[in-house]
């Protein structure tokens, strides 16, 4: 696929994968302070999953390109956008969009890739890396010693956070199925089935005095477990929920029964305190400063992968037109690592 050919896969309603729509037509052009990007690489998150649902939180009204991170290279800017760009290999947290054989962003939404870190590579990491490193250093603020536990440590965003967590000196438990345990101790993790312990106990047996973070997907009754298990002064990190995504409804109930909760928490006079992290917090209103985050936290992440502290692990690689094979492959959970979506 050349520069020439545009091609975006597009979500028509609540559908099967099978009902994405590919269409095609002129490659868009940037307008003022926007840049031009030819996609390299996209992924399938839980956010496709949800949305095809018609359960994402704030997803926008159908039909729309779904896609909600990529990374690509700049083939083109409008005016203010600075040409210095062009040619460069750059990374965007979109939400939707990135679905695309061809993307224009806002210059300053951006971030450049470093040599040595390729499209694929780079691409697993954006909106994981982004969550996990935010939620480890600006939320948890974990510190060398520190002891934390990490539910679903195989998953998207798990996998990232132990390697990270690893990286600034933290003893990880995390919990995966049986057959992800080896995996898990290779990376330094001490691994707990949480299909055959019972989770709570086994993390109290290890780590009596209880743990200084705790990061859970999972949402439901798992929250209350994770809260029951911090130390004084520890931190619940709440990023989901899991637990819910066949439920009929509303997407947003979830949510608001765990804010509730999470609010409560705070109340408690222990010391521990609870967040329930968005990645896209304090966008509408702090822009700027959101953006200057992004950048910085980002560029964080693509270090650790050029280091090694990180590796970025590829379940597979699938072009754009053949996105459902793509959706089905990553909703079937029998995949390591991220599906992606490749011109």
Known sequence: MGDGAYVEVVLPGKVEPEGLEL??????AP???QV????????????????????????????FVPGYDLVGTVLGSGTGAGAGLIGKRVAAL???????????????????VPDGVGAAEAETAVVNGLT?????????RVRSGATVLVHGANGGVGSVLVQLATAAGATVVGTASARHHEGLRALGVIPVDYRNDDVPARVRELVPGGVDA????????SVVDS?????RGGTLVSYGSAATRDDEGSGALPVVKLLGRVWLWNWLPNGRSAYFFN?????AYAKNRFRARVRADLTQVFGALRRGDLTARIAAEIPLARAAEAMRLAESGTVAGKVLLVP
């Open 23 to 28: 269409r095609s037509g002129p490659v868009p």
């Open 31 to 33: 307008g003022a302070g």
């Open 36 to 63: 031009l990007v030819r996609m390299e690489a996209t992924g399938v998150s839980f956010a496709e999953q949800q949305m095809r649902r018609g359960r994402y939180y704030d997803q926008p009204a159908f039909p």
């Open 94 to 112: 979109t939400k939707t969009g990135g679905w695309a054989s061809h993307v224009v962003l806002d210059a300053a939404d951006v971030v450049e």
């Open 132 to 140: 996990a490193w935010q939620m480890l250093h600006r939320k948890a």
């Open 214 to 221: 705790v990061f859970d997907h999972v949402g439901g009754r």
């Open 227 to 231: 809260w029951s298990l911090l130390a």
């Open 279 to 283: 990645v896209w917090a304090g966008r």
